[in-house]
């Protein structure tokens, strides 16, 4: 090292060593041999391997099983104001730089992915809806937002407001309160804003709205689905906001059919049908009890899109929420034709790729029929992805035919 370090210290295993140098930011407390005493809690720390060698410097959580999120690797950084400044900036250029005339609705910061972990900051339109899911960087937002609307505003953007929602149960694992509102005094009246998303305007509650209001990492799904659906009768299930079945809808689908449990997700997707003069039917109902309905009322569909919420959190339910995925997934390609489309999705990044990939396989062995993969998708570049973090990469989006 070349500067004298002044933070307390973290000494690790050589496992932990070894998955930090592979890029995998995070250090759990049963992997930490020694310290230098007490920490306070979000205090900035420098790790080291057993050989005494500078491994990072990150941010201390004494409530988490994650008892260290490292910032970098750079021994000369001092990790102050300057550094997540200039952290937010670059993940604000990459926005611009990928999403271009799309920056109006988009993932501005996305944690780890963007070197800023346990923060998430998405716009809508004239608003941005973050939520910090880390002590540490709880302790560094006033200097994150104000990079925030400096970088957005500096390049011409009009930003009215940040709404905190910080209501996550990670907060409660941190020691953190949970909660929601307005950033500082400087904000509109109203959490309601409208955005246009492939050319299809949504009304969106930041107070009220799943996650911070909106579902934004299917932009570009949801774009294929629409060119997918020229003259086929869609199902949409899992709905939410209708957005793939408006999408459907504007892809000159001949039907579309927007499904849910929830009545107020229907009710909102009725209004999203009304804003953009789109024709859409409803139906409410549980997505297990639904497809199977559907079948037996011998409903006709050539293209299903399933969008269901995460049904595993953790690794412990990983089996109950495999033979979930493969259910609707067996009894959605009952429902379709030989030549029908099916796009299904998993958001659970403990359901990874390869194993969704084998449900798929098992639910159309159940179905006894053959469907062949035409396309697979994942987040829109928005969502980045670290490739030794695969907490990162969890959404997968598969377009399939049954043959």
């Given at each position: 090292?070349?500067?004298?370090r002044t933070f307390p210290f973290a000494?690790?295993?050589?496992?932990?060593?070894?998955?930090?140098?592979?890029?995998?930011?995070?250090?759990?407390?049963?992997?930490?041999?020694?310290?230098?005493?007490?920490?306070?809690?979000?205090?900035?720390?420098?790790?080291?391997?057993?050989?005494?060698?500078?491994?990072?410097?990150?941010?201390?959580?004494?409530?988490?099983?994650?008892?260290?999120?490292?910032?970098?690797?750079?021994?000369?950084?001092?990790?102050?104001?300057?550094?997540?400044?200039?952290?937010?900036?670059?993940?604000?250029?990459?926005?611009?730089?990928?999403?271009?005339?799309?920056?109006?609705?988009?993932?501005?910061?996305?944690g780890e992915a963007d070197g800023l972990?346990?923060?998430?900051?998405?716009?809508?339109?004239?608003?941005?809806?973050?939520?910090?899911?880390?002590?540490?960087?709880?302790?560094?937002?006033?200097?994150?937002?104000?990079?925030?609307?400096?970088?957005?505003?500096?390049?011409?953007?009009?930003?009215?407001?940040?709404?905190?929602?910080?209501?996550?149960?990670?907060?409660?694992?941190?020691?953190?309160?949970?909660?929601?509102?307005?950033?500082?005094?400087?904000?509109?009246?109203?959490?309601?804003?409208?955005?246009?998303?492939?050319?299809?305007?949504?009304?969106?509650?930041?107070?009220?709205?799943?996650?911070?209001?909106?579902?934004?990492?299917?932009?570009?799904?949801?774009?294929?689905?629409?060119?997918?659906?020229?003259?086929?009768?869609?199902?949409?299930?899992?709905?939410?906001?209708?957005?793939?079945?408006?999408?459907?809808?504007?892809?000159?689908?001949?039907?579309?059919?927007?499904?849910?449990?929830?009545?107020?997700?229907?009710?909102?997707?009725?209004?999203?049908?009304?804003?953009?003069?789109l024709d859409l039917s409803f139906v409410?109902?549980?997505?297990?009890?639904?497809?199977?309905?559907?079948?037996?009322?011998?409903?006709?569909?050539?293209?299903?899109?399933?969008?269901?919420?995460?049904?595993?959190?953790?690794?412990?339910?990983?089996?109950?929420?495999?033979?979930?995925?493969?259910?609707?997934?067996?009894?959605?390609?009952?429902?379709?034709?030989?030549?029908?489309?099916?796009?299904?999705?998993?958001?659970?990044?403990?359901?990874?790729?390869?194993?969704?990939?084998?449900?798929?396989?098992?639910?159309?062995?159940?179905?006894?029929?053959?469907?062949?993969?035409?396309?697979?998708?994942?987040?829109?570049?928005?969502?980045?992805?670290?490739?030794?973090?695969?907490?990162?990469?969890?959404?997968?989006?598969?377009?399939?035919?049954?043959?």
């Amino acid at each position: 090292m070349k500067q004298k370090r002044t933070f307390p210290f973290a000494r690790v295993t050589k496992k932990q060593e070894m998955s930090l140098k592979k890029g995998h930011p995070w250090i759990y407390a049963d992997e930490i041999t020694e310290t230098s005493g007490t920490i306070e809690n979000g205090a900035l720390v420098d790790v080291f391997g057993a050989k005494d060698n500078y491994l990072g410097t990150g941010l201390w959580s004494e409530a988490s099983l994650i008892r260290i999120r490292l910032l970098g690797t750079n021994a000369n950084e001092t990790y102050g104001d300057a550094f997540f400044e200039r952290r937010v900036r670059y993940a604000v250029q990459y926005r611009f730089d990928v999403m271009k005339e799309d920056i109006s609705a988009c993932r501005l910061i996305h944690g780890e992915a963007d070197g800023l972990p346990g923060v998430t900051a998405d716009r809508y339109q004239n608003l941005i809806v973050t939520e910090i899911a880390s002590y540490g960087m709880e302790l560094h937002k006033d200097a994150i937002y104000r990079a925030l609307l400096d970088s957005l505003r500096e390049k011409g953007e009009v930003i009215d407001g940040i709404y905190e929602r910080n209501e996550g149960d990670l907060r409660k694992k941190e020691g953190l309160e949970q909660y929601k509102g307005w950033y500082g005094e400087n904000h509109p009246d109203s959490v309601i804003t409208e955005f246009t998303e492939n050319g299809i305007v949504y009304e969106v509650d930041v107070e009220n709205g799943q996650k911070t209001g909106f579902f934004l990492d299917q932009k570009y799904n949801r774009l294929a689905i629409r060119r997918l659906a020229e003259g086929r009768k869609v199902l949409d299930v899992c709905t939410h906001t209708g957005s793939f079945a408006l999408n459907a809808a504007k892809g000159g689908a001949l039907s579309v059919t927007a499904a849910d449990i929830s009545e107020s997700a229907l009710k909102m997707a009725e209004e999203n049908a009304k804003r953009n003069n789109l024709d859409l039917s409803f139906v409410q109902g549980d997505v297990f009890e639904l497809l199977p309905r559907l079948r037996a009322e011998h409903a006709k569909f050539d293209l299903i899109i399933l969008d269901p919420p995460a049904f595993t959190k953790s690794r412990k339910t990983f089996h109950n929420a495999r033979g979930g995925y493969q259910e609707i997934n067996r009894e959605a390609m009952k429902l379709l034709p030989r030549g029908g489309y099916l796009a299904t999705a998993s958001c659970s990044h403990f359901m990874p790729e390869s194993e969704f990939r084998k449900t798929i396989a098992d639910a159309a062995r159940e179905a006894g029929v053959t469907a062949r993969i035409c396309e697979i998708r994942h987040a829109a570049p928005d969502h980045p992805v670290l490739p030794d973090v695969p907490e990162t990469e969890y959404l997968k989006f598969f377009i399939l035919q049954i043959v």
